[in-house]
């Protein structure tokens, strides 16, 4: 081949100059996809999927495969800027980044003199791997209000878990004979979790899936369970019920290991799978043989999910209800079952490591409350990481317990919020308002100061995959003034004078101290750009029956069916000790009169393979793959009674307001559904979903239970 041959097919080689550099893809999925990047002259010109990389194994989707266009993105920001004109009205001057660090300093050490340390929050939106280094900043200065999207996605399932089990757990898809997949569609969410559930199924594992839609993982089922959205604790229950009546349960494991097994079971056997199916829709058939397919499996896994389950008004009850079953059948800590894993950042942990006392270099005793912990007094019981952002508002608008007066936030967005307008209004009574983005958003638009970040292909990560860590390095330079998070975090802790010896040692440093008894160092790491296996000799496991010699970390020490610590709280409303279903505070049952006039179930954000909350929308390879834009996917059932057509503009509307989109009539919404995805500024459903439309327990938006109406429109042109 010439050179101009080789260099038009792109191939790595002396003669084209180009090199492949190893890097990750952190668009999305928490465990990220390894690339291999072809360089020519300091830019990307190709992009592969590593083959080998331990979650992608090679493996490249429609936004991985679009990284040259969100990276080159004509709306990267560019250097640091502060505000000139008036707040949102867009005006900013670039400055230095000395400039800007010397603001941050001056504004953040200003309100912690006058206000207190607790006045400046630390936010950060779906964004994960500076979230170590943040919240030991945010400790560090003294705030217990660093914040996440915790306040909307996983938190509220781990909180449950809690609840039952007294800690968190994964599902042992690699053993199991069965797979209970409650709410989760991996085939389009997580490249690792769907390569093991097709492992699984391909050894011959049952599967069944609850999901009131058709997806790629419930056509792989053997039970698919299409319930209303919502009534999954309904649901659980009228399987508990089987199992029970059925004598389907592990009995040594109930009588020894379990807490108010007698109570449940009286709750439980008023839920026949008759009623179950009344609430659900789902047959009584169906959830009999579900029950049974999942209590007669030697080793039943529950692949439980971070967001569907909890995007409820009853979420933690409901998934209260689920874990039940594991409790029932004996499926913890067991072999197939539910398996615990060491603690360690974002993956389970197969080695002794200390991110957990990084990341919490004070506890939280030491520090005043943090935001939400007296609307939602549970999160101070079970979840250890931090505050609830859904409580945010409120607390800056009455000042009350104290005031809060400062943000630095990270990849932050408000419009991931139910009613977003009143999150922003909220923060515009703040004294000052800073953050970094890759893109001007319009948070940041609102800010006194933006700082501009770079991508994950312009940056250093450590993670953590299971059997495996990387600390990846840049491939190409932070385009433009971009800096890495985790640099600018580093930086500004220096600077702030907090006299960490680990922020002050730098990023290697943190890493260091991470992984410390590992005795597995950074520069030890840079050797593996495909990520090292841990080594045999410090992997660590939990034993299986652990919990025989250990007992539970809840307060009866045993699998609470009874909850004590919900039983604290005994005037609060939906804080029941039993997992008492309630239904949706908005649905057909609980709201006639509402569904009378808003007569469909309105369910938002279940996933779309190419989209990521609001980071692909406007590129060009995802513009083509959605021409609709937003669309409303309805049922051509409901779509024909409504005169609807496909592809009709419709105004989707609720008592809080509407927009206007395409419909897209599919069989994949069950009748009397409809699915929308978020994230599009143009088309915010969320502006749609009242602020207070809330779990009581964890406080977590109902984004898939409310109820709209859906019409056509004549004229005009949809919101897209
Ligand atoms: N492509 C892509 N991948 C992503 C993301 C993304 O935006 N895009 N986001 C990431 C994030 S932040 C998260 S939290 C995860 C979520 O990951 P998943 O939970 O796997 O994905 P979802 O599509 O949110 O929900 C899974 C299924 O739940 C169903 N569902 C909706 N309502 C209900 C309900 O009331 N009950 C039950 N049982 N099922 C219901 C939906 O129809 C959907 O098929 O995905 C992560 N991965
Ligand atoms: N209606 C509805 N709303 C939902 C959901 C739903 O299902 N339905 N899902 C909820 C869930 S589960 C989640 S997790 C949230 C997610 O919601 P968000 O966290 O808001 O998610 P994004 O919009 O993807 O990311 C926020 C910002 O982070 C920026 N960003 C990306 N990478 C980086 C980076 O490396 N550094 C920095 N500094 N910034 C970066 C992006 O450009 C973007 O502007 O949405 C929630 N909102
Ligand atoms: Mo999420």
Same mark, same amino acid.
Not at 52 to 63: D, I, Q, V
Not at 318 to 338: C, E, W
Not at 458 to 478: D, N, V
């Given at each position: 081949?010439?050179?101009?041959?080789?260099?038009?097919?792109?191939?790595?080689?002396?003669?084209?100059?180009?090199?492949?550099?190893?890097?990750?893809?952190?668009?999305?999925?928490?465990?990220?996809?390894?690339?291999?990047?072809?360089?020519?002259?300091?830019?990307?010109?190709?992009?592969?999927?590593?083959?080998?990389?331990?979650?992608?194994?090679?493996?490249?989707?429609?936004?991985?495969?679009?990284?040259?266009?969100?990276?080159?993105?004509?709306?990267?920001?560019?250097?640091?800027?502060?505000?000139?004109?008036?707040?949102?009205?867009?005006?900013?001057?670039?400055?230095?980044?000395?400039?800007?660090?010397?603001?941050?300093?001056?504004?953040?050490?200003?309100?912690?003199?006058?206000?207190?340390?607790?006045?400046?929050?630390?936010?950060?939106?779906?964004?994960?791997?500076?979230?170590?280094?943040?919240?030991?900043?945010?400790?560090?200065?003294?705030?217990?209000?660093?914040?996440?999207?915790?306040?909307?996605?996983?938190?509220?399932?781990?909180?449950?878990?809690?609840?039952?089990?007294?800690?968190?757990?994964?599902?042992?898809?690699?053993?199991?004979?069965?797979?209970?997949?409650?709410?989760?569609?991996?085939?389009?969410?997580?490249?690792?979790?769907?390569?093991?559930?097709?492992?699984?199924?391909?050894?011959?594992?049952?599967?069944?899936?609850?999901?009131?839609?058709?997806?790629?993982?419930?056509?792989?089922?053997?039970?698919?369970?299409?319930?209303?959205?919502?009534?999954?604790?309904?649901?659980?229950?009228?399987?508990?019920?089987?199992?029970?009546?059925?004598?389907?349960?592990?009995?040594?494991?109930?009588?020894?290991?379990?807490?108010?097994?007698?109570?449940?079971?009286?709750?439980?056997?008023?839920?026949?799978?008759?009623?179950?199916?009344?609430?659900?829709?789902?047959?009584?058939?169906?959830?009999?043989?579900?029950?049974?397919?999942?209590?007669?499996?030697?080793?039943?896994?529950?692949?439980?999910?971070?967001?569907?389950?909890?995007?409820?008004?009853?979420?933690?009850?409901?998934?209260?209800?689920?874990?039940?079953?594991?409790?029932?059948?004996?499926?913890?800590?067991?072999?197939?079952?539910?398996?615990?894993?060491?603690?360690?950042?974002?993956?389970?942990?197969?080695?002794?490591?200390?991110?957990?006392?990084?990341?919490?270099?004070?506890?939280?005793?030491?520090?005043?409350?943090?935001?939400? !912990? +007296?609307?939602?007094?549970?999160?101070? =019981?079970?979840?250890?990481?931090?505050?609830?952002? &859904?409580?945010? *508002?409120?607390? $800056?608008?009455?000042?009350?317990?104290?005031?809060?007066?400062?943000?630095?936030?990270?990849?932050?967005?408000?419009?991931?919020?139910?009613?977003?307008?009143?999150?922003?209004?909220?923060?515009?009574?703040?004294?000052?308002?800073?953050?970094?983005?890759?893109?001007?958003?319009?948070?940041?638009?609102?800010?006194?100061?933006?700082?501009?970040?770079?991508?994950?292909?312009?940056?250093?990560?450590?993670?953590?995959?299971?059997?495996?860590?990387?600390?990846?390095?840049?491939?190409?330079?932070?385009?433009?003034?971009?800096?890495?998070?985790?640099?600018?975090?580093?930086?500004?802790?220096?600077?702030?004078?907090?006299?960490?010896?680990?922020?002050?040692?730098?990023?290697?440093?943190?890493?260091?101290?991470? !992984? +410390?008894?590992?005795?597995?160092?950074? =520069?030890?790491?840079?050797?593996?750009?495909?990520? &090292?296996?841990? *080594?045999?000799? $410090?992997?660590?496991?939990?034993?299986?029956?652990?919990?025989?010699?250990?007992?539970?970390?809840?307060?009866?020490?045993?699998?609470?069916?009874?909850?004590?610590?919900?039983?604290?709280?005994?005037?609060?409303?939906?804080?029941?000790?039993?997992?008492?279903?309630?239904?949706?505070?908005?649905?057909?049952?609980?709201?006639?009169?509402?569904?009378?006039?808003?007569?469909?179930?309105?369910?938002?954000?279940?996933?779309?393979?190419?989209?990521?909350?609001?980071?692909?929308?406007?590129?060009?390879?995802?513009?083509?793959?959605?021409?609709?834009?937003?669309?409303?996917?309805?049922?051509?059932?409901?779509?024909?009674?409504?005169?609807?057509?496909?592809?009709?503009?419709?105004?989707?509307?609720?008592?809080?307001?509407?927009?206007?989109?395409?419909?897209?009539?599919?069989?994949?919404?069950?009748?009397?559904?409809?699915?929308?995805?978020?994230?599009?500024?143009?088309?915010?459903?969320?502006?749609?979903?009242?602020?207070?439309?809330?779990?009581?327990?964890?406080?977590?938006?109902?984004?898939?239970?409310?109820?709209?109406?859906?019409?056509?429109?004549?004229?005009?042109?949809?919101?897209?």
């Amino acid at each position: 081949m010439t050179t101009e041959e080789l260099m038009n097919a792109k191939i790595a080689c002396p003669e084209t100059g180009i090199e492949i550099h190893k890097s990750i893809c952190a668009i999305c999925d928490p465990q990220h996809c390894g690339l291999d990047l072809y360089i020519k002259d300091g830019k990307i010109i190709k992009v592969e999927g590593n083959r080998e990389h331990p979650n992608n194994e090679g493996s490249l989707c429609a936004k991985g495969a679009s990284t040259r266009q969100y990276v080159y993105s004509e709306r990267r920001l560019k250097t640091p800027m502060k505000r000139v004109g008036k707040r949102g009205e867009g005006k900013f001057q670039p400055i230095s980044w000395e400039e800007a660090m010397d603001i941050l300093v001056q504004k953040l050490n200003g309100c912690k003199e006058k206000y207190g340390p607790e006045s400046v929050m630390f936010a950060c939106g779906f964004s994960k791997f500076f979230r170590p280094y943040l919240k030991r900043l945010s400790l560090l200065f003294g705030s217990p209000n660093y914040f996440t999207e915790g306040g909307v996605c996983s938190t509220a399932n781990t909180i449950a878990q809690k609840l039952v089990f007294g800690t968190g757990t994964g599902a042992d898809t690699a053993n199991a004979a069965c797979i209970l997949v409650w709410s989760r569609n991996p085939y389009y969410t997580g490249v690792g979790d769907g390569k093991g559930l097709t492992k699984a199924i391909e050894r011959g594992a049952k599967l069944i899936v609850v999901d009131p839609r058709i997806t790629p993982t419930t056509k792989k089922a053997d039970i698919h369970l299409r319930l209303r959205p919502g009534t999954d604790g309904a649901l659980a229950l009228g399987m508990a019920n089987v199992i029970i009546r059925e004598n389907l349960i592990d009995r040594e494991f109930v009588e020894n290991y379990t807490h108010g097994y007698p109570q449940f079971k009286e709750y439980v056997m008023t839920f026949p799978p008759e009623r179950a199916a009344q609430i659900t829709g789902v047959s009584p058939d169906l959830i009999c043989c579900a029950a049974r397919m999942y209590a007669r499996a030697k080793g039943a896994a529950i692949m439980a999910s971070a967001s569907p389950v909890v995007h409820h008004t009853n979420g933690v009850q409901n998934y209260r209800a689920i874990y039940s079953l594991a409790g029932l059948t004996g499926n913890f800590n067991r072999s197939g079952g539910q398996i615990l894993a060491l603690p360690c950042f974002m993956a389970p942990g197969l080695f002794e490591n200390q991110c957990a006392e990084f990341d919490t270099p004070v506890t939280w005793e030491e520090l005043p409350p943090r935001v939400g !912990l +007296e609307r939602f007094p549970v999160w101070g =019981d079970t979840a250890d990481d931090d505050a609830q952002g &859904m409580a945010i *508002p409120d607390q $800056i608008l009455s000042g009350k317990p104290y005031p809060l007066k400062a943000i630095l936030a990270f990849g932050f967005n408000y419009r991931m919020y139910p009613d977003p307008e009143k999150y922003l209004q909220s923060l515009l009574k703040l004294d000052f308002l800073a953050g970094t983005d890759l893109f001007m958003t319009d948070t940041l638009r609102y800010m006194d100061l933006i700082l501009p970040a770079c991508s994950s292909v312009e940056r250093s990560e450590l993670h953590f995959y299971g059997s495996h860590i990387m600390l990846s390095q840049p491939a190409i330079q932070p385009l433009y003034q971009s800096r890495s998070d985790s640099d600018i975090i580093i930086d500004l802790a220096q600077r702030l004078g907090l006299k960490d010896p680990l922020f002050d040692g730098g990023f290697d440093a943190c890493v260091n101290y991470m !992984l +410390e008894p590992s005795g597995i160092t950074a =520069d030890e790491l840079r050797n593996y750009p495909n990520a &090292m296996p841990v *080594p045999e000799n $410090i992997m660590k496991f939990v034993p299986h029956e652990h919990f025989k010699s250990c007992g539970f970390h809840t307060p009866s020490g045993k699998l609470e069916f009874w909850s004590e610590v919900l039983a604290k709280y005994p005037n609060r409303e939906g804080f029941d000790p039993l997992p008492v279903y309630r239904e949706p505070k908005r649905s057909p049952l609980s709201t006639p009169d509402l569904y009378h006039e808003y007569d469909l179930v309105f369910d938002t954000g279940s996933r779309k393979p190419m989209l990521v909350h609001s980071r692909m929308y406007g590129l060009p390879w995802v513009n083509v793959m959605l021409p609709r834009g937003t669309t409303c996917d309805i049922n051509p059932a409901d779509a024909k009674a409504r005169g609807i057509n496909d592809g009709d503009r419709v105004r989707v509307s609720t008592p809080e307001g509407s927009i206007e989109v395409i419909a897209e009539l599919t069989e994949t919404s069950l009748p009397g559904v409809v699915h929308l995805f978020h994230g599009n500024r143009k088309a915010d459903v969320n502006r749609l979903i009242p602020g207070g439309y809330c779990d009581p327990i964890s406080g977590f938006p109902g984004f898939k239970s409310s109820l709209c109406r859906v019409e056509k429109v004549k004229e005009g042109k949809a919101d897209e």
